[in-house]
């Protein structure tokens, strides 16, 4: 039985889950949510989330999830994506909390303004660009050191902080300003069979 995933597929935040199970190969049924329409405000949805967000899958037993890391961490336990080891596992974890706190805030909030809200780059708050390249700096030295974010093999974390990274370019950052970012960039899109965005 597979489970089902709502999610709209302009968000990174549910695209992570579908490249969770794309890449476990976990059978999973996507049911998409415009929430430009606002489909994720309606009782039918509110009733999965009472949050109003997506994604949020319902497991094969009924029971609903929501937060976009916590399905991906729930997905991918005892998988190839989270490290074997105590150390690389809290690693993962770390990269987690970075990207929903000092990353997406930043760079998807970026490229919602620029792409649906249709403001030019240069209409963003300063604080939000000097926050995205502060992220984007440190995903540059991060991603210098080794070949994915946890070692030399795709985790998780990889695939949290892609979703948004891959897209910043939408939202105004130049990425041809972090190279090493964009070799991880193909390196995971590689690992995840994605066409490239950059």
């Not at 302009?10 to 794309?22: A, H, P």
């Not at 899958?57 to 991918?76: C, H, K, P, T, W």
């Not at 490290?83 to 706190?101: C, M, N, T």
């Not at 979703?163 to 899109?189: H, K």
Request: charge should be negative; include cysteine; aromatic fraction near 10%.
């Amino acid at each position: 039985m597979a489970i089902q995933v709502f999610g709209d597929s302009i968000s990174g935040n549910c695209l992570k889950v579908k490249w969770v199970c794309d890449v476990l190969n976990i059978p999973c049924r996507w049911e998409e949510v415009d929430i430009l329409n606002g489909e994720s405000r309606v009782p039918a949805f509110l009733a999965m989330n009472p949050a109003g967000q997506v994604p949020v899958v319902i497991l094969e037993d009924g029971r609903a999830l929501a937060q976009s890391n916590a399905i991906a961490m729930y997905l991918a336990e005892g998988s190839r994506l989270i490290p074997a080891d105590r150390y690389g596992r809290a690693k993962v974890s770390e990269w987690l909390f970075w990207e929903q706190y000092r990353h997406e805030p930043y760079i998807a909030v970026a490229r919602f303004q620029v792409v649906y809200q249709h403001r030019t780059f240069a209409e963003l708050e300063p604080k939000l660009v000097e926050r995205g390249h502060a992220a984007l700096s440190r995903l540059e030295a991060a991603t210098g050191e080794s070949a994915f974010l946890v070692g030399e093999a795709l985790s998780l974390a990889d695939i949290a902080l892609v979703a948004y990274t891959r897209m910043a370019g939408q939202g105004g950052f130049d990425l041809n300003a972090y190279p090493a970012v964009r070799s991880w960039i193909g390196r995971v899109e590689g690992e995840l069979r994605l066409d490239p965005l950059v």
